[in-house]
């Protein structure tokens, strides 16, 4: 049944220099917005400026999409959270990702062992963090706190801060259907990257299944308001050649499962070789029109409202917009989801 889809921004994270949407946020706030997203991969974190656009702000939600397990202590995110979430009066969505090996392993100098057994055992401590009960503990074996061993002077303890909320929501950056059945199971909302609305149901509706009632889906879709569709498939194919062939090792790649699971194996691997080989106009141009499409919300506005009832009909809550800053393509945007 077609329904009002909630709209959101995903800024991501920096490209080369600084970026401060600053005026593109507050344009999205009156406009009625609900939320902004940033990213981290190594270079850009996601927290600060998220705290930057909470200072300018006064209503519009603010979450990590996402911020890497690997890049923090459990109890470190739980922080920066919940500093965050009292600063912002409430506004702190808490999205977080295991990455993969290559970023966690060649960046952050540490193992990349058994994600979802990880994330899990992150999130427990991170709650225990916010809820505040009794001292923070954990048997581990990923993050046993206190430490076994060092000094062997480590000892349980609580926040010395009281949170504004002990429940900050939670939302989980999966790809595979068995971190999506987690994100399901544990946390508040789940972050798809490169998902095809019309085949949710069909690829992880039974990894949804258990999912509560309220629980967000909130998919990051590259926008590009143009009446020129040829160059804005062209536009939203350099990401997706990236992550193929570039987030990723040849053998071992979450980007380029996903996009075999959206039946595009074989082209995938094809975007992956000429990437690596270092010929990546040419992965580029690899990359299915199909596939960006579907995808994405592309070409003039009246074929964007069309395609954006795709999205009102699949099980998405919030389509987190990515690429436009100006103010009147964001005000069409919102008209047409209010629709």
Request: no cysteine; glycine share 10%; net charge neutral.
């Amino acid at each position: 049944m077609s329904r009002q889809l909630k709209l959101g921004l995903n800024l991501g994270y920096w490209q080369r220099h600084p970026e401060d949407h600053t005026q593109t946020v507050l344009a999205a706030e009156q406009l009625g917005y609900d939320s902004v997203f940033t990213a981290e991969a190594y270079g850009s974190d996601a927290f600060t400026p998220l705290a930057w656009y909470a200072a300018r702000t006064s209503r519009i939600r603010l979450g990590t999409a996402v911020a890497q397990l690997s890049a923090r202590t459990p109890a470190a995110t739980a922080m920066h959270a919940l500093t965050l979430d009292a600063l912002s009066g409430g506004r702190m969505i808490l999205g977080v990702g295991a990455s993969g090996p290559q970023v966690v392993e060649g960046w952050y100098g540490v193992p990349f062992p058994k994600p979802l057994a990880r994330t899990r055992e992150y999130l427990d401590i991170v709650r225990q963090v916010w809820r505040r009960e009794a001292p923070v503990t954990s048997q581990g074996p990923h993050y046993p706190l206190p430490f076994p061993g060092g000094a062997g002077l480590g000892k349980p303890l609580k926040s010395i801060v009281h949170p504004l909320r002990p429940d900050i929501p939670v939302y989980l950056g999966a790809e595979g259907p068995r971190n999506i059945a987690l994100a399901a199971e544990i946390a508040q909302g789940w972050l798809p990257l490169f998902v095809d609305p019309s085949r949710i149901e069909a690829l992880f509706g039974e990894s949804l299944a258990g999912r509560p009632d309220g629980f967000e889906i909130a998919a990051t879709v590259t926008t590009i308001v143009t009446d020129d569709l040829r160059a804005a498939l062209d536009v939203a194919k350099i990401p997706l050649a990236f992550y193929i062939g570039g987030m990723g090792a040849k053998d071992r790649n979450f980007h380029l499962d996903l996009i075999g699971r959206l039946g595009y194996a074989e082209q995938a691997r094809h975007v992956q070789d000429l990437f690596i080989e270092g010929r990546r106009d040419e992965a580029i141009r690899a990359v299915p029109d199909e596939l960006a499409d579907a995808i994405s919300l592309l070409g003039p506005l009246g074929r964007v409202r069309e395609r954006m009832a795709l999205w009102r009909e699949s099980p998405v809550t919030t389509l987190l917009v990515a690429g436009v800053h100006d103010e009147g393509v964001l005000r069409a945007l919102k008209e047409a989801a209010d629709a």
